[in-house]
């Protein structure tokens, strides 16, 4: 079951330890007006394991926030996804630091992570380092970050389409956020879509 957690201004630390054929699955929701510190650790300590850790952040005015996620292959055969999306605006500022170690003993690793921005103002910040940090040689793991704007081409072929401006970016933020929240559970979703879509419509 996936567990999903609505970070608050109290931030969160975690330490997650995944056993031999265990899987954890996690989604982590900031929603805008939140400043946090969110810090994880995860350790796959068992052949077989599997960690899929997926977060989305929505910051609109002058929120700070912070997400680090430590995640330890320790053994063979394990697997781990991180996915995380945001989208900031205002004065906002959000530093993203994710590191993947993969011990020499964890060979037929697959490690993958990903951090993707939208950049809605000239007074946001996004400050993101993902990292490797690989001592075996039999493995699969790659990361990826990347801060961008609204795509202008696309506003314009769905104002060709009589959809208004601010709709045409509202859909596109959505489409950008959608990734994460379709691995909420299904009885989840739609309440969680729903706070989504209402917050992107207010920044």
């Known amino acids: ?29 900031v929603y805008p007006g939140v400043s946090c510190d969110v810090k994880l650790d995860v350790r796959l300590s068992g052949e077989g394991a599997e960690a899929n850790i997926y977060g989305a952040y929505i910051c609109g005015d002058d929120e700070k926030v ?39 003993d964890a060979q037929r690793t697959e490690a993958y992570q ?10 946001a910040k996004v400050d993101t380092k993902p990292q490797l940090e690989i001592y075996a040689d039999d493995v699969k793991c790659s990361h990826g970050a990347t801060i961008g704007r609204l795509n202008e081409e696309e506003q314009f072929y769905m104002r060709s389409r009589g959809i208004t401006l601010e709709e045409a970016r509202v859909l596109q933020m959505i489409s950008f956020i959608a990734p994460v929240l379709e691995v909420i559970p299904e009885e989840e979703r739609e309440s969680v879509s729903m706070k989504f879509e209402e917050a992107v419509r207010k920044i």
Do not use: W
Not at 114 to 123: F, Q, T
């Open 114 to 123: 990903e951090n993707h921005n939208l950049l809605l103002s000239d007074g």
């Open 66 to 104: 912070k997400i680090s996620v430590d995640m330890h292959h320790d053994l063979p055969h394990c697997c781990s996804r991180q996915l995380f999306k945001g989208i900031a605006g205002g004065t906002s500022k959000v530093d993203f630091y994710g590191k993947i170690i993969v011990a020499q």
């Open 1 to 29: 079951m996936t567990e999903v957690i609505v970070v608050s201004g109290d931030g969160l630390t975690r330490d997650i330890e995944v056993q031999s054929g265990q899987r954890k699955d996690m989604v982590l929701l």
